[in-house]
Nanobody, 128 residues
Framework: QVQVKESGGGSVQSGGSLRLSCTTSEDIYSRHCMGWFRQVPGNEREGVAGIDDDGSTTYGNSVKGRFTISRDNRKRTVYLQMNSLKPEDSATYYC??????????????????????WGQGTQVTVSS
């Protein structure tokens, strides 16, 4: 049973933009913070962005000023707008719903333990 589902990945040239979307069930959406993480095979998972239920946002250092996370509560959807994309942004992007304290700390690079519901991931490829 898919509880968190991403969409919107694809291929783009350096400097381009993509928008990722993530939907989940009402039960999960209403009780958790939402976030985006990314991973390249062989590398550690990296926090990209997180958003809490009042709209406060947190970003990983490598994407600040280029990526924007937002949420539409009517649609139970979280978005990640990615601008000025670089080849090093290429990765599988995962949407996560999780406990706010742990998820937002993980976005900042602090490991406070496992958390949440993960999507299957969507691939983003940025060519130079």
């Amino acid at each position: 049973q898919v509880q968190v589902k991403e969409s919107g990945g694809g291929s783009v040239q350096s400097g381009g933009s993509l928008r990722l979307s993530c939907t989940t069930s009402e039960d999960i959406y209403s009780r958790h913070c939402m976030g985006w993480f990314r991973q390249v095979p062989g590398n550690e998972r990296e926090g990209v962005a997180g958003i809490d239920d009042d709209g406060s946002t947190t970003y990983g250092n490598s994407v600040k000023g280029r990526f924007t996370i937002s949420r539409d509560n009517r649609k139970r959807t979280v978005y990640l707008q990615m601008n000025s994309l670089k080849p090093e942004d290429s990765a599988t992007y995962y949407c996560v719903a999780g406990t706010c304290r742990v998820l937002l700390a993980a976005v900042r690079g602090q490991n406070l333990g496992s958390f949440g519901y993960w999507g299957q991931g969507t691939q983003v490829t940025v060519s130079s």
